[in-house]
């Protein structure tokens, strides 16, 4: 890659892949432990996406932060060969680097027919469709959902971490997300701070540990069924740590 949207530096990845540091928001869009496996263990094994995508006549994804685009090409990598109908909303609140992204994977068959508006840009593939929705998140989806029927599987919850961009790990925001899921739906997620953990659960999720990724010890993983992880909830009883509020952060 020869150049670089403003306000980001290319970091390089332990396996090869590269990730953007946000100047905005301080903190690399993925662990430099590995951008691309981090992808692939978080949020396609994470969220079980190609069993579902094998089992099922569709299959509806949302990922919370677009931002490189490696969750995009990445699930197309491994589910456009697949018999589901396959839909992926993207949020992204940088018109600019979604535009940069377009232009260096131009020639990507994904992206040769797409339509590029203000606030979406959307393309099909065959079986495989997807919509980068542009702007505030927590502005931007109440509206969109509120207009059509969308009911996801698996969620990509890969936002800047809750110190840098708390509004996206709300209690309120993990609500959103549960009114328009599936009862089967899988939330996977990076971080297993205790603040996150406890909006999770306070929205009503159901907790489970996931895997170990580069120097973090754990991640976290979420359901709407069963029951969450005895140990998970002995943890969080011990921890002095609120659940994150929007009134908190109004406060």
């Known amino acids: ?115 590029v508006r203000e606030k979406t840009v959307e393309g099909k593939l065959r079986n495989f469709s997807f919509t980068i929705l542009i702007g505030d998140a927590r502005r931007e989806l109440p509206e969109y959902v509120s207009r059509r029927k969308i009911i996801w599987e698996a969620i990509y919850q890969d936002a800047f971490s809750p110190r840098r961009n708390p509004v996206l790990w709300t209690r309120q925001w993990f609500e959103l997300l549960k009114m328009h899921s599936s009862e089967n739906v899988i939330l996977s997620t990076y971080s297993a701070s205790s603040s996150i953990r406890k909006s999770l659960v306070e929205a009503g999720w159901k907790l489970y540990p996931g895997e170990k990724f580069g120097p973090k010890r754990t991640s976290t993983r979420a359901r709407l069924t069963g029951e969450t992880d005895k140990d998970i909830l002995d943890a969080l009883a011990r921890s002095p740590v609120k659940a994150i509020t929007d009134e908190e952060l109004l406060t």
């Open 1 to 115: 890659m020869k150049s670089f949207p403003l306000k980001y530096s290319r970091v390089e990845t332990e396996d090869g892949s590269y990730t953007l540091f946000s100047e905005a928001f301080g903190e690399a869009c993925h662990s430099t432990a590995g951008a691309k496996s981090e992808t692939i263990l978080h949020y396609l094994k994470g969220c079980a996406v190609e069993e579902k995508a094998q089992a099922q006549t569709a299959l509806s994804i949302l990922e919370v932060g677009f931002g490189l685009g490696v969750g995009l090409l990445t699930t197309w990598e491994h589910l456009h060969s697949l018999p589901a109908e396959v839909h992926f909303l993207s949020l992204e609140i940088d018109r600019e680097l979604v535009l940069w992204f377009l232009e260096e994977h131009k020639t990507h068959p994904l992206l040769q027919n797409i339509e």
